[in-house]
């Protein structure tokens, strides 16, 4: 089992941008797809973007479809979000996931494993 670290939250202006990275440990980190979910205080955490072990797929929820671009270096044992474009409704903790059923990856109980999170702050 993979563990995962995220980097690159923090506080940006509206309309700036940020590019999240996580960070896995171990030797199957290609065998995982990876996930961004996000947490807003007060409210469910929420799917953002998954892309598949290859790369090849991605998935994006309506709302930040655009916005966001979802990729990973299977030979850095990493996976990036670049948000572009960001609102003052963005500010949330962002959650790495990982799992091996792609069809499932939206749901949070279907995570096999989370990162212990970063907060992105965008002020108005």
């Known amino acids: 089992q993979v563990q995962l670290v995220e980097s690159g939250g923090g506080l940006v202006q509206a309309g700036g941008s940020l590019r999240l990275s996580c960070a896995a440990s171990g030797r199957t980190f290609s065998s995982y797809n990876m996930a961004w979910f996000r947490q807003a205080p007060g409210k469910e955490r929420e799917f953002v973007a998954a892309i598949s072990r290859s790369g090849v797929n991605t998935l994006y929820a309506d709302s930040v479809k655009g916005r966001r671009t979802i990729s990973r270096d299977n030979a850095k044992n990493t996976v990036y979000l670049q948000m572009n474009s960001l609102k003052p409704e963005d500010t949330a903790v962002y959650y790495c996931?990982?799992?091996?059923?792609?069809?499932?990856?939206?749901?949070?109980?279907?995570?096999?494993?989370w990162g212990q999170g970063t907060l992105v702050t965008v002020s108005s």
């Open positions: 996931a990982a799992n091996q059923n792609l069809p499932t990856i939206r749901r949070v109980g279907e995570i096999e494993v």
